[in-house]
């Protein structure tokens, strides 16, 4: 543990300090990187047998089917496929669930 005034010490710490971030910082891009959306669990291996194990590739697909489901929601209360519900549709807070289908 670092005293104060033990400038070795606080150097030692320093450098940790600043691999710490540079880790979280290289995970953060990779998870937010171009691979799409919600795709981090096709990467969890191992565990099975373990308590509270989930068959990963499973789980990705569990998680894309509850998304398009979802969409489909959206389609059907805006009655449109797209997100741009102002600006191409032109469609108000109260039109929800009351429109006819454009798609």
């Known amino acids: 543990m670092a005293r104060r005034g033990d400038e070795k010490d606080d150097d030692e710490n320093l450098r940790r300090w600043r691999k ?3 880790t979280a910082d290289t995970m953060f891009h990779y998870k937010h990187g171009d691979r799409g ?11 099975q047998g373990e308590p509270f ?10 998680i894309e089917v509850t998304t ?10 805006w009655g449109h496929r797209d997100c741009d519900l102002r600006e191409g549709a032109g469609l108000e807070f ?3 669930w009351m429109v006819e289908k454009d798609f």
Do not use: C, I, P
């Open 37 to 47: 959306r919600n795709t981090w669990q096709l990467g969890q291996h191992g565990g």
């Open 68 to 77: 398009e489901s979802g969409r489909e929601v959206f389609r059907r209360k």
């Open 94 to 96: 109260g039109d929800q």
């Open 20 to 22: 710490l971030q540079k």
């Open 53 to 62: 194990y989930y068959n990963s590739a499973g789980f990705a697909e569990a």
